[in-house]
């Protein structure tokens, strides 16, 4: 199976996972929704597991995309904690708006289903670390002391304000109360 089928099945179980949650995700809502055949997710996806396997990497492909976009602009400049700082402000920004919510909505979908399922966990474990490996390496290239221990704190401050945001999007921070939040998950006593 292409890699473009793949990517089409994930997006859609990652819409049902939005907008209708896990009890939405089946391989034939998948289908209806990608406009497949019927029976093209389960020839790519034999169990719900494999499914939502597909799309937590989808997930976690498309947000690594956003922050390489990030980092490849922030290279181009002389390195900077505000710049950085700022950067992610940017992209949590753009994350919360309404055109990209559901992949937020999404995201904890997968991870609530993964609480309870030890397989899935494992998965979310092993792209989490992913962040925290890249994280910590920019983190390390601004000479921040302890980059791993501030990476993960950083994460789950990031993590915070996007679950904040699926359930109170009223309360939307706006840039400058995010960046404040962040500068603060960063500087270690």
């Known amino acids: 199976m292409s890699s473009e089928r793949k990517n089409t099945i994930a997006d859609a179980a990652l819409s049902l996972l939005a907008t209708s949650g896990a009890r939405g995700l089946t391989h034939r809502a998948v289908d209806s929704l990608a406009g497949l055949p019927a029976g093209s ?91 925290v490996d890249a994280t910590t390496a920019a983190l390390a290239r601004l000479g921040i002391g302890s980059p791993e221990e501030v990476a993960i704190g950083l994460i789950a401050t990031v993590d915070g304000i996007l679950f904040g945001q699926v359930v109170n999007s009223h309360l939307r921070p706006d840039r400058q109360a995010c960046r404040a939040i962040l500068m603060r998950a960063v500087r270690v006593d």
Do not use: Y
């Open 41 to 131: 997710t389960s020839s790519c996806c034999r169990s719900r597991l494999d499914l939502l396997t597909l799309a937590l990497h989808r997930h976690a492909s498309r947000n690594l995309q956003d922050l390489q976009a990030d980092a490849s602009r922030l290279a181009a400049q002389e390195p900077s904690l505000d710049r950085f700082i700022d950067s992610l402000a940017e992209r949590i920004e753009d994350w919360t708006s309404p055109a990209k919510r559901d992949r937020v909505v999404a995201q904890i979908e997968i991870f609530l289903i993964a609480s309870r399922e030890p397989s899935l966990e494992s998965v979310v474990r092993q792209v989490h670390q992913g962040f």
